[in-house]
């Protein structure tokens, strides 16, 4: 079958935007209050760990995506009890974002409309990005990247006038303790999240260094996250950050530049779903690459449409409303995720390592180490 | 107004993805989807009814409070 | 359907077997044209041996009558062919017939070809081969400036519709021996000639090869436009968005083999196609290298500006009317919904309505006869503008809208079906789902977009690669001398274009 290839630039536009998407829940208020973009940096320091575990798989075993490598490391009946469990993780989050998309476009603006509908619509251009494959998805991001980092730009640029600093004191008046825990939370759903990309790692180029993709992505994507979550607290204080549910929406509302530019929330909104669409369409194309690595098929794309569309219409009873799906995630998720986030890449990681070491030990034709 | 989408989403489906496959005789892929359609096509009827689907949300959050010890309400 | 397609050749194919009697030979061409009038049969004799029997077949009307009574007839009759037995066909074809373009042959299918396109086949007493004689000749139209693709300021030379006098155009401005022409004949009835032209060493063998191998699969009974060959062949058959090109300029295809890209010209249609094409191309005009770079980029920036305009601007104005109503400012917002007062449908029905108002009045200007252009103006402005914004069928605020929707339309001729349908479902999408339809459907656009290749280039190739150089002549036109390189993977090896930053 043709393989798949997408370039190391577009592999990096890919991840930040993977890690920016989960913006509408993530700037909210935690324990920390103003302190939260320490926590942001905290996070970022533990990832630097985590990812390091992601990038030296990825490294080990190029040009296998994490369900072959599952299957040369522990075998075939327990490789793939693991593979259905990671396939059902990326469902149950990929539906779960779908859910966000919907609840967010439904909560600010089309309150009459069914969820239904939105849900289901979300489902079909999710449907045929996966469908259309991972390289269309390369070039696709590389194209609304530059849109959405511009756009970006000119929010940030156009709310200077409204940020006060004295909103992000006092510093650690409470101590690190809530931070910790922030940090613990935001190591979780963004940064620990790009564990997903290991299951398609292997269409990275192949001068491409995943060390490269993943760091570069990840202190960009991490600063551009505490430089957000900064921005709306100076604009809208600690206290108010909790008040809202979509902060980093209400703030657009508050930009404003003379008379003629105001009112320009719906900029902001279109923004932030292009982002959080790319980070559900990179997990349900996940999970459709698990099922179809888990019924042998041997072309994907061929059952990208109904998985999505599975999952889209899963989205709408996953939770009763935006409000519990958010709280769910801020104290369920990243203890849910510590199974796939943590103890599976490791445990590859130190087995890989192990039977590397004894094949260059015994053999040096052992066919393993060929496969590998 | 979910079944009504639904069953559009499924037709263009049928027309646009499951007949080639059968065309090409990818039967593996072929039961796959009619087995993800089916489901889709089940919650879907079922929602029109509007019958309560178990979400996995209580019941992980049920899991994860036993194993880390925590208590949410 | 492959028996149908061999039986249909079989009915074409009625052949000629050779004899040696003239007069058997004429009676077979014969019974081929039978019903044809203008098949002309002209017997005629040496005149020092009136032993020697000649006949000429051609066709009336395809043929240049001078060039057979100078070059054939009279040399015949009036030379002097010696008694003894070596005269034969040969001694003709080598020492009597003057003409550029003599052969020998007894293959059937060559000579009744021949004769179609206006060829004459000469027939000699007691001798199995015939001559084809070049002696085609007919009126084609002048070269003019195609209406297509005006310029200010470059030559206004375009293709004719003769295959032959399009390949000199071409040849005339590219004088290299690596500028290659490729003559093959496709459609079983038509039997159309291609000419496949490129750069030997700037092409690409690959895109090359894919071609030769699509044209050679195509099994058709005709081909007559170069837009229904483009059709047969293209990649993404389905999608509203053409990626071969086609070009009326002899400069601009040129310029097309010098960035490695190939052309297939069919006789008979004065748009030569140009591939791989891309997005990116839909938006270069012949006038940007031509005129001032600030300004090119500047006009080019405008016609992408243009093309995005034209395909969201009534989504938009649905969608904002419709569910964000809060997002225009309020004065705006006063003095449209003042101008909606007592309009009775809703916005999504008027604006689609108006749209298809305004696409009959496009199509009626292309169809009707000049003359009638006044009527078109009166009955469109003041009908269906004036009139109906003072019923309160319309509001004026959508007549703007659409109007602005036509106008920049017209910008982006060579784009207009992906731009019909486009903004017709855009717009649809605006009425169920506000602007987030607005941006789902532009995703599934862009998604569409980048699936497509174009024999094996992707169709936003220089847009999604990441790659500043890429844009130096597509988002803007910088100036000529930063265009060192031809673009990517549609030429093959040679990629420089030029080595000195200036000439000066």
Request: aromatic share 10%.
């Amino acid at each position: 079958m043709y393989k798949e290839i997408i370039s190391q630039k577009q592999a990096i536009v890919l991840m930040i935007t993977f890690i920016i998407g989960s913006n509408t829940i993530l700037v909210m208020g935690g324990k920390s209050k103003q302190d939260i973009w320490i926590a942001v940096i905290f996070a970022i320091a533990a990832a630097c760990v985590l990812v390091a575990v992601y990038a030296r798989i990825a490294k080990l075993f190029p040009e296998k995506h994490l369900f072959e490598i599952l299957d040369i490391l522990f075998g075939k009946v327990f490789g793939r009890i693991i593979v259905l469990f990671f396939a059902w993780y990326l469902f149950h989050i990929g539906a779960a974002i779908v859910k966000n998309i919907s609840e967010f476009i439904r909560i600010i603006s089309l309150d009459s409309t069914p969820v239904c509908i939105i849900s289901l619509m979300t489902g079909i251009v999710i449907a045929y990005a996966v469908r259309s494959g991972l390289e269309v998805m390369g070039r696709l991001i590389s194209i609304i990247f530059p849109i959405w980092i511009t756009g970006t730009l000119v929010l940030t640029i156009l709310s200077i006038g409204q940020y006060d600093i004295n909103r992000l004191k006092p510093v650690l008046y409470e101590g690190l303790e809530p931070v910790i825990s922030d940090a613990f939370r935001l190591f979780a759903l963004p940064f620990a999240e790009t564990v997903v990309f290991l299951c398609f790692a292997g269409s990275f180029q192949r001068k491409s260094s995943p060390y490269k993709i993943y760091y570069y992505s990840l202190l960009v994507g991490g600063f551009y996250l505490a430089i957000v979550v900064a921005r709306t607290v100076m604009m809208i204080g600690a206290d108010n950050l909790s008040m809202f549910m979509y902060p980093l929406y209400v703030t657009a509302r508050l930009i404003r530049v003379g008379n003629f530019l105001e009112k320009i929330e719906l900029i902001s909104a279109v923004l932030i779903i292009s982002c959080t669409f790319t980070k559900a369409t990179v997990y349900l194309f996940s999970f459709t690459k698990g099922v179809a690595y888990l019924f042998n098929i041997r072309d994907y794309h061929r059952i990208a449409a109904p998985s999505v569309f599975l999952a889209s219409i899963y989205s709408i009873p996953l939770y009763e409303s935006a409000i519990e799906m958010i709280k769910w995630a801020q104290d369920i998720f990243p203890y849910y995720s510590i199974p796939f986030q943590i103890i599976l890449p490791v445990a590859v990681w130190i087995t890989a390592e192990i039977k590397l070491r004894k094949n260059k030990n015994t053999t040096a034709e052992n066919p393993q180490n060929q496969a590998m | 107004m979910v079944l009504t989408s639904s069953l559009v989403i499924i037709t263009a489906l049928i027309i646009i993805d499951l007949i080639p496959i059968y065309r090409d005789q990818q039967w593996k892929a072929f039961f796959v989807y009619c087995f993800f359609l089916t489901i889709f096509l089940i919650l879907a009827v079922l929602m029109e009814y509007n019958v309560k689907i178990p979400s996995p949300a209580e019941p992980i959050r049920s899991i994860v409070s036993f194993i880390f010890g925590f208590e949410q309400s | 359907m492959k028996e149908t397609q061999t039986t249909a050749e079989n009915n074409v194919n009625k052949s000629v077997i050779m004899l040696k009697a003239l007069k058997d030979n004429v009676k077979q061409f014969k019974d081929i044209f039978q019903n044809d009038d203008t098949f002309m049969i002209r017997y005629f004799v040496n005149s020092y041996q009136s032993q020697i029997r000649f006949c000429l077949l051609y066709l009336e009307g395809m043929i240049d009558a001078e060039k057979i009574y100078n070059s054939i007839i009279k040399p015949l009759i009036q030379t002097n062919l010696s008694e003894n037995k070596t005269t034969n066909i040969d001694t003709i074809m080598n020492q009597v017939i003057i003409s550029h373009k003599v052969e020998k042959t007894q293959d059937s299918d060559a000579l009744i070809s021949a004769i179609i396109r206006g060829d004459s086949v000469l027939l000699m007493e007691n001798c199995y081969d015939a001559l084809i004689i070049a002696s085609k000749g007919w009126k084609s139209r002048s070269t003019t400036e195609p209406e297509g693709e005006k310029v200010i300021r470059g030559p206004r030379e375009g293709f004719v519709e003769p295959l032959m006098e399009n390949l000199s155009m071409i040849r005339r401005r590219l004088a290299t021996p690596d500028l290659k022409f490729k003559i093959m004949h496709i459609g079983v009835r038509t039997k159309t000639k291609l000419g496949i032209c490129y750069i030997d060493g700037i092409a690409n063998k690959q895109i090359l090869g894919e071609l030769l191998e699509r044209l050679n699969k195509v099994k058709i009974d005709g081909i007559l436009l170069s837009g229904s060959l483009a059709e047969l062949i293209q990649d993404a058959p389905y999608s509203p968005f053409e990626t071969i090109g086609s070009t009326e300029k002899p400069d601009v295809a040129a310029a097309n083999l010098l960035e490695g890209r190939i052309l297939v010209i069919v006789d008979g249609t004065p748009h030569v196609l140009v591939l791989p094409y891309l997005l990116e191309q839909f938006f270069q005009s012949d006038d940007d290298y031509a005129l001032n770079f600030y300004f090119s980029s500047f006009s080019r920036m405008l016609r992408v500006l243009s093309f995005i305009l034209t395909v969201t601007a009534p989504a938009i104005y649905v969608a904002l009317l419709t569910y964000h109503q809060e997002m225009i400012p309020t004065p705006l917002l006063m003095s449209i919904l003042a101008a909606r007062q007592g309009i009775p449908f809703p916005t999504i029905v008027e604006t689609l309505g108006l749209i298809l108002a305004f696409e009959v009045l496009r199509e009626t200007g292309i169809r009707m006869p000049v003359s009638l252009a006044t009527a078109l103006s009166i009955l469109g402005a003041l009908v269906l503008g004036t009139a109906a914004v003072e019923a309160r069928i319309v509001s004026a605020t959508v007549i703007i809208v659409v109007a602005l929707t036509g106008l920049t339309g017209l910008m982006t001729q060579k784009l207009k079906s992906p731009v019909v349908v486009i903004r017709i479902f855009l717009t649809i999408l605006a009425g169920l789902m506000g602007i987030y339809g607005v941006l789902y459907g532009i995703i599934l656009v862009l998604t569409h977009l980048c699936t497509i290749r174009s024999f094996g280039v992707p169709y936003l190739m220089s847009y999604t690669s990441l790659r500043p150089e890429d844009l130096l002549d597509t988002a803007m036109r910088t100036p000529i001398w930063f265009l060192k390189k031809r673009p990517r993977f549609i030429s093959s090896s040679n990629k420089i274009r030029q080595a000195n930053r200036r000439g000066n």
